[in-house]
T-cell receptor
Framework: DVKVTQSSRYLVKRTGEKVFLECVQD?????MFWYRQDPGLGLRLIYF???????EKGDIPEGYSVSREKKERFSLILESASTNQTSMYLC?????????????FGSGTRLTVV | AQKITQTQPGMFVQEKEAVTLDCTYD???????LFWYKQPSSGEMIFLIY??????QNATEGRYSLNFQKARKSANLVISASQLGDSAMYFC??????????????FGQGTILTVHP
């Protein structure tokens, strides 16, 4: 069964901490994405990557960075966590040229910054 | 820029009835894809249906159909014979199909569907 795995389901961090959210996919997908989900706002794209070491800013990249050193792994980094980054974070992946196959999502990481 | 709008924050439907969830989109790209996802209370995102911008026929997947009206830029989801298990959040989304943003997926705000017995 194809899978996108996010390293933590729940995470509590302190303001100012550096936070790493990890995502691994086993489907050989080229594209990988990080979204945050907030009530009433839907899913908003933070960053995406279409190849190793490549990254593109999404709609809300401020306060975040990403790393993709291997095809299967895409990390989201909060350089200095703030309370307004408390949210549900979802990772997704897809084939680059077969968008009709859909995007596969991880189960999400609910991050609370205190 | 691409934009997806879902104007129904919440919808109610009786079990076994059909329901339509609205979605309108805005894009200047001639090539794009439209998706619907279901998110139950467990939080997982479940892919339901896809419609390509050049597809002539409306997409169907079991009880789900996508009413694609290109001129009106709408991509409504129709669920026939609703079941209690259909109660969930539903998201409409659109993918870029050109340029450096190829594959980027933009979501609407979501609609919470509640199915009553």
């Amino acid at each position: 069964d194809v899978k996108v795995t996010q390293s933590s389901r729940y995470l509590v961090k302190r303001t100012g901490e550096k936070v790493f959210l990890e995502c691994v996919q086993d489907m050989d997908h080229e594209n990988m994405f990080w979204y945050r989900q907030d009530p009433g706002l839907g899913l908003r794209l933070i960053y995406f990557s279409y190849d190793v070491k490549m990254k593109e800013k999404g709609d809300i990249p401020e306060g975040y960075s990403v790393s993709r050193e291997k095809k299967e792994r895409f990390s989201l980094i909060l350089e200095s966590a703030s309370t307004n980054q408390t949210s549900m974070y979802l990772c997704a992946s897809s084939f680059l040229r077969q968008l009709n196959y859909g995007y596969t999502f991880g189960s999400g990481t609910r991050l609370t910054v205190v | 820029a691409q934009k997806i709008t879902q104007t129904q924050p919440g919808m109610f439907v009786q079990e076994k009835e059909a329901v339509t969830l609205d979605c309108t989109y805005d894009t200047s790209d001639p090539s794009y894809g439209l998706f619907w996802y279901k998110q139950p209370s467990s939080g997982e995102m479940i892919f339901l249906i896809y419609q390509g911008s050049y597809d002539q026929q409306n997409a169907t997947e079991g009880r789900y159909s996508l009413n694609f009206q290109k001129a009106r830029k709408s991509a409504n989801l129709v669920i026939s014979a609703s079941q209690l298990g259909d109660s969930a959040m539903y998201f409409c989304a659109m993918s870029h199909a050109g340029g450096t943003s190829y594959g980027k997926l933009t979501f609407g705000q979501g609609t919470i569907l509640t199915v009553h017995p």
